[in-house]
């Protein structure tokens, strides 16, 4: 592709942004403002849209996060769990999980989902959960949670399950400096990130695909047991 290309796939993120920003109610829009007034930076609003539709397209009714902050993509999968099943919340730093169980507070008011806020870290609690129970584990946040997850989702997930990582592109850390798409970035993060890629990439027991979806999702199934 030629710079023009380039250029117009950058506009098309930005205008797919938009279109998600104005279909966000006032719950997320009073979410988001929370979250970022106490320093946790929230995702893309399309990959929110997105995990929420994909919560439809799969089914899906018991869902873990394991993230940090992470109250925009949470709320939207709620939304997409349409008054049913489950949400369980594992949420690695106290003043992220402030923030999860404060907006879980207020969802309790409009939705029958069953929402679970645990103040824990990912490699910790993961273990404790019965196995074969997930339909999906979305991941964001601390490094740590992505490699806890990686770790306890095949043990985790029913038949046919999902592992989404989110921010694949390593673009959410302080110090990144262009994340994946800088082969020169060293820092932790990115570094961790790239570990994590081509570990999975050479695993056959698992399928994976790299989208450019907000700051890169990466969708994980494992291979039938």
């Given at each position: 592709?030629?710079?023009?290309?380039?250029?117009?796939?950058?506009?098309?993120?930005?205008?797919?942004?938009?279109v998600a920003f104005s279909?966000?109610?006032?719950?997320?829009?009073?979410?988001?403002?929370?979250?970022?007034?106490?320093?946790?930076?929230?995702?893309?609003?399309?990959?929110?849209?997105?995990?929420?539709?994909?919560?439809?397209?799969?089914?899906?009714?018991?869902?873990?996060?394991?993230?940090?902050?992470?109250?925009?993509?949470?709320?939207?999968?709620?939304?997409?769990l349409q008054g049913s099943?489950?949400?369980?919340?594992?949420?690695?730093?106290?003043?992220?999980?402030?923030?999860?169980?404060?907006?879980?507070?207020?969802?309790?008011?409009?939705?029958?989902?069953?929402?679970?806020?645990?103040n824990a870290p990912a490699?910790?609690?993961?273990?404790?959960?019965?196995?074969?129970?997930?339909?999906?584990?979305?991941?964001?946040?601390?490094?740590?949670?992505?490699?806890?997850?990686?770790?306890?989702?095949?043990?985790?997930?029913?038949?046919?399950?999902?592992?989404?990582?989110?921010?694949?592109?390593?673009?959410?850390?302080?110090?990144?400096?262009?994340?994946?798409?800088?082969?020169?970035?060293?820092?932790?993060?990115?570094?961790?990130?790239?570990?994590?890629?081509?570990?999975?990439?050479?695993?056959?027991?698992?399928?994976?695909?790299?989208?450019?979806?907000?700051?890169?999702?990466?969708?994980?199934?494992?291979?039938?047991?």
């Amino acid at each position: 592709m030629n710079k023009t290309s380039y250029t117009n796939l950058a506009k098309a993120w930005e205008f797919a942004e938009d279109v998600a920003f104005s279909q966000q109610d006032s719950i997320l829009v009073e979410a988001r403002r929370d979250a970022e007034q106490a320093g946790f930076p929230q995702g893309s609003a399309a990959q929110a849209r997105f995990l929420k539709l994909l919560v439809q397209l799969t089914h899906s009714s018991s869902i873990i996060v394991a993230g940090t902050g992470a109250v925009v993509e949470s709320c939207e999968l709620v939304s997409g769990l349409q008054g049913s099943g489950q949400l369980t919340e594992v949420d690695s730093s106290l003043q992220g999980g402030k923030l999860i169980k404060k907006a879980f507070t207020d969802l309790d008011e409009v939705t029958d989902t069953t929402l679970r806020a645990v103040n824990a870290p990912a490699g910790i609690f993961l273990p404790r959960l019965n196995a074969d129970d997930y339909d999906l584990i979305v991941v964001n946040g601390d490094i740590g949670n992505y490699e806890a997850s990686l770790t306890e989702a095949p043990r985790l997930l029913k038949p046919q399950g999902l592992l989404i990582f989110t921010d694949m592109f390593g673009f959410s850390a302080d110090n990144s400096n262009g994340g994946m798409l800088n082969p020169v970035d060293r820092s932790e993060r990115t570094v961790r990130l790239r570990g994590l890629l081509d570990s999975i990439s050479h695993d056959q027991t698992l399928d994976q695909t790299l989208l450019p979806i907000g700051t890169g999702l990466l969708i994980i199934t494992m291979n039938q047991r």
